[in-house]
């Protein structure tokens, strides 16, 4: 189900939006000039991310008022549904505006089967359409439901499966508005359809006002550049501004995993066809750029073609014909050059030409079949022997019409604001951000040029904001330098530019102030590497610092009978340690195609015609003969083994497809059987290597306590866990690890939890609305913005590491391509830009160290949530608010430090605590100890 959710404007991603408020991010704090644009910005996406046809729509639900009701006072056309066991009771009360509700009661909840759900539904009423968007309003609230949280859905009922229409949603003793958009995945008739909302626990849902319509949704694509008024719609199409709106791609990566991440490409001052400026391309394959990726099949992949590509979609018109020109020149003569044009689901126009060392016109026709594309050109070396070109670009136009117009720039006077720094990731904030606001006059006149400089924090309110001035000269280009701006601040920060006489900003940069974390280990890595170097660099500033690898998979290393190959693998783990980084190295899958024990009609009939999938499923099967597995596991761990010492036995076995599935008969022993051979095999090569074992879902899971109840943790030195959380208070999920926690302690096995996938994502820049990120797991993990995403990354971290949990690895080290989709990557944009996730794990990282040691009697949950930890020098908490209980004031004793959510100290004597988290730090436990007993029970709300 393709899923994303917004809770109050604030964007989740995938294809379903929650709309709680719609002044959520103004209300967030933006000010200033800010506020107005940030409210200008939630306007235009309202409107933008799904145009929602006028038109009077049906409701399809019958009764969603539930005024009408039988004589036992149950609403008319609902029903309960659910286990026999389950005590639950259905009937009207009171609604939002004093009419009528419906109340769904639960006295008695019984786990354990696939209808252990208390659930009020609409059966053979609601007819769903394949491919139709749909929007389902209601007013809800609720007490003592579990975790807060109720699911929604339209299922067919013969055979069973989800209409894709659906969504999770909070909820709380308050009534609240709740509204989801979705599409539709399979059609749907009314009479086998059945319309249900339900949770799992005991507790009272109320739900009034059910409304359920079909509309029309238009997808828009972002960032979006007018093509109104300007002859040449591309933005600095000929360098004068330097590399500003310019990136790169390469269309030989073919992965979903990610493509060229930063401009390939220096300006050239030396050669020019317009003004002073144009772009030089360098590939030489004897130093090759190199993507490396770990998972299916490993893939280290020299770079053979590069474009420049324009940041952002241009606006055209569908059925009209475009003119995509630039210059062109080469080092030599015949190199082979590649143009482009792609265009908002209807694909891309592209032809090849030969390039010559004298500058000359290239023109590419489009015919436009959507109402965007974007442009690219650079060296093509695929197929030939060149071992090294250099090509220069410059005045790159689009032309609306029959042929190119002479060449002219989008504007008369331009300006682009640039760093020069990778990522925008400072490491100095002593020094602060360095940046130059590079102006070019291509008139034949002089202009005096300028515009404003505006930059917001975190919270999005306006820290910043400088007035720059320019003289130019005729056809020239200028730059303007800022030093020293943000000193000694840390986190996130957009550097807005406004030119002069404009109302929004032409650009607004993600960049972040960090101090670089500096310990060898962490508590935090990734699932999956970044493919780039210069990523995993950012990942080891960030504290980001262990890198779970997929590349030793058995089918890899061992393609035929005692044919070892390692050649794929090598790359994978040798650049994770040269960047100075942890690699746990994941044997993925049971067994070779070549010793599958698959039952082939089985796997056939589940891959169902899909040829990755019936790969996948082959090596997923157990091995013919275990010895063989044995050998595998001898041979990777003596490879690897002077690289690390941390193995980890497959990837959630049983309960999904990767490894021994449920599905094909397999069961708990089948995997500890595996288990049980991996860490003897291990121990045996390396005395001191650690064996992570389990079944990588959430600790609630019935394979994981089967897991613990088999013994499974005699043949492991940590337990592995996987979490892609609904969107909760963080802290719910204490109660579960505790659980855990003390069914281990009783069997005398209590063993380190490692977290080796986990999701928290969110997107406030996404390329499409309504947007999408990853599969349906990653979509139920996404937050509302990257504001809630960072404060629930803080807090998760905290609940988790207060319970057991030692290492936590984000899913996943991806990099979409340029105007791609890029969310699952968590901590970057394009170019390796950041998120505010980035800047909210760097400081946690740095706060907490390597190895911080949970002090579970300092702890609180309740109106105050107090996570405290114990480091080598120094004691620190991690402070919030509970769950509606707004903003706390507590005093500061002299020898507590508080800091924000990036890093920053708070000044003053009273720490307020809101819903972002805060850090509270102080040398010794003692002083910790006191404030907490002393001040946090006694303080209450601020009105």
């Not at 210059?327 to 003569?333: F, G, I, N, T």
């Not at 594309?373 to 029959?402: F, I, K, R």
């Not at 990653?778 to 937050?783: D, L, P, Q, V, Y």
Request: proline share 6%; net charge positive; aromatic share 10%.
């Amino acid at each position: 189900m393709d899923r994303c959710q917004i809770n109050g404007t604030r964007i989740h991603t995938g294809h379903v939006f929650v709309l709680d408020s719609l002044c959520w991010m103004i209300a967030m704090g933006a000010s200033g000039v800010l506020s107005r644009v940030v409210g200008l910005c939630v306007l235009t996406f309202l409107i933008g991310v799904a145009s929602i046809s006028r038109a009077e729509k049906q409701n399809l639900v019958q009764n969603g008022g539930f005024e009408q009701t039988s004589e036992d006072s149950v609403p008319t056309a609902w029903a309960t549904s659910g286990r026999r066991e389950i005590e639950q009771a259905l009937m009207v009360d009171k609604g939002h505006d004093g009419g009528r509700a419906a109340k769904l009661s639960c006295s008695r909840f019984v786990g354990g089967t696939p209808d252990s759900h208390v659930m009020i539904c609409q059966v053979g009423v609601v007819p769903i359409r394949k491919g139709m968007w749909y929007r389902l309003r209601l007013w809800c609230r609720a007490a003592d439901i579990a975790k807060r949280m109720v699911s929604v859905e339209v299922s067919n009922t013969r055979p069973w499966g989800s209409s894709g229409v659906g969504g999770r949603f909070s909820v709380s003793r308050q009534w609240k508005k709740v509204e989801i958009l979705a599409r539709a995945t399979r059609d749907v008739p009314a009479e086998t359809s059945r319309l249900q909302f339900w949770f799992a626990s005991t507790g009272t849902l109320w739900l009034d006002d059910v409304v359920l319509e079909q509309v029309d949704i238009v997808e828009r694509v972002h960032p979006l550049i007018s093509n109104d008024s300007a002859r040449n719609p591309i933005p600095n199409s000929s360098f004068e501004c330097g590399t500003g709106g310019w990136g790169s791609y390469s269309p030989t990566i073919t992965t979903w995993a990610g493509n060229l991440n930063q401009l390939v490409g220096l300006i050239d001052t030396t050669r020019a066809v317009h003004g002073e400026c144009s772009l030089r391309i360098d590939l030489d394959m004897r130093h090759p750029l190199v993507f490396q990726w770990d998972y299916f099949v490993p893939i280290v992949q020299p770079i053979r073609c590069a474009l420049a590509a324009t940041q952002g979609w241009i606006a055209v018109q569908p059925g009209r014909t475009y003119q995509f020109s630039c210059y062109l020149r080469a080092d030599k003569s015949n190199v082979p050059v590649r143009l482009m044009a792609v265009q908002h689901r209807a694909g891309r126009r592209q032809t090849m030409v030969k390039v010559g060392t004298q500058w000359k016109r290239f023109v590419l026709e489009v015919v436009a079949h959507s109402d965007a594309l974007w442009v690219g050109v650079g060296p093509d070396l695929t197929g030939t022997s060149l071992e090294s070109v250099s090509v220069w670009v410059d005045a790159l136009q689009l032309d609306c019409g029959a042929g190119p117009l002479p060449f002219a720039p989008r504007a008369e006077v331009e300006s682009m604001v640039q760093t020069g720094v990778t990522g925008n990731i400072f490491t100095d904030p002593d020094a602060g951000v360095s940046l130059e606001v590079r102006f070019a006059n291509n008139a034949k006149h002089s202009n005096r040029a300028g515009g404003r400089l505006v930059v917001t924090d975190f919270w999005d309110n306006e820290v910043v904001s400088r007035e720059v001035l320019c003289n130019l000269r005729p056809e020239s280009h200028a730059t303007i330098s800022i030093d020293s701006l943000l000193q000694g601040r840390l986190g996130f920060y957009r550097l807005h530019w406004f030119p002069a006489d404009s109302r929004a900003p032409l650009q607004s940069l993600r960049c972040a102030l960090v101090h670089p974390y500096v310990q060898s280990d962490s508590p935090f890595g990734m699932n999956h590497a970044y493919p780039w170097d210069f990523m995993l660099q950012l990942c080891k500033a960030g504290g980001l610092v262990w890198m779970r690898d997929w590349s030793a998979k058995w089918d890899t290393v061992e393609p035929k009978p005692d044919r070892w190959d390692f050649s794929k693998v090598d790359p994978q783990i040798n650049r994770v340690v040269a960047n100075g980084l942890h690699p746990l190295v994941l044997l993925p899958y049971p067994s070779s195609a070549w010793c599958s024990g698959a039952d082939m009609n089985v796997v056939r009939k589940y891959a169902d015609g899909d040829s990755n999938r019936l790969q996948r499923a082959i090596v997923a099967c157990a091995p013919k003969k275990p010895e063989l597995f044995r050998n595998y596991v001898a041979k990777t761990v003596g490879r690897y083994r002077d690289r690390t010492r941390y193995f980890e036995i497959m990837n959630e076995p049983l309960y999904t497809s990767y490894a021994v599935p449920a599905r094909f008969g397999y069961g708990i022993g089948d995997y500890l059987a595996l288990l049980r051979d991996a860490h003897q095999v291990i121990r045996k090569a390396d005395p001191d290597a650690k064996v992570i074992g389990g079944i990588g879902g959430w600790v609630d899971s019935k394979w994981v306590r089967e897991f613990i109840a088999a013994d499974g943790l005699r043949w492991c030195d940590v337990m592995d866990i996987h979490l892609y959380p609904i969107t909760i208070d963080p802290e719910l999920y204490g109660p579960e690890l505790s659980a855990v926690r003390r069914v281990m302690r009783e069997r005398g096995q209590e063993k380190p939890i490692w977290l080796t996938e986990f999701g928290c994502y969110a997107d406030d820049d996404p390329s499409v609305t309504p947007s999408q990120i990853g599969d349906s797991a990653m979509s139920r993990a996404g937050w509302p913005s990257e504001r809630a995403a960072s404060e629930a990354l803080v807090k998760s971290a905290a609940v988790f590491l207060s319970h057991g949990v030692e290492k936590i690895f984000f899913h996943a080290g991806t990099c979409g391509p340029i105007n791609g989709r890029n969310g699952g990557g968590i901590f970057f944009e394009y170019g390796g830009v950041p998120r505010k996730m980035y800047g909210a794990v760097c400081s946690l990282a740095n706060r907490l160290g390597p190895a911080p040691k949970p002090l579970p009697t300092l702890s609180r949950q309740g109106r105050v949530q107090v996570y405290p930890f114990q480091k080598q020098e120094s004691v620190v908490a991690v402070v919030w608010a509970g769950a509606d209980q707004g903003s706390i004031a507590v005093p500061l004793g002299g020898q507590l430090r508080a800091f924000d959510i990036m890093g920053n100290r708070l000044s003053g004597t009273t720490l307020v605590i809101g819903a972002t988290p805060t850090y509270v730090a102080t040398a010794d436990v003692s002083t910790l100890e006191d404030w907490i007993r002393r001040e946090l029970p006694k303080k209450q709300p601020l009105p």
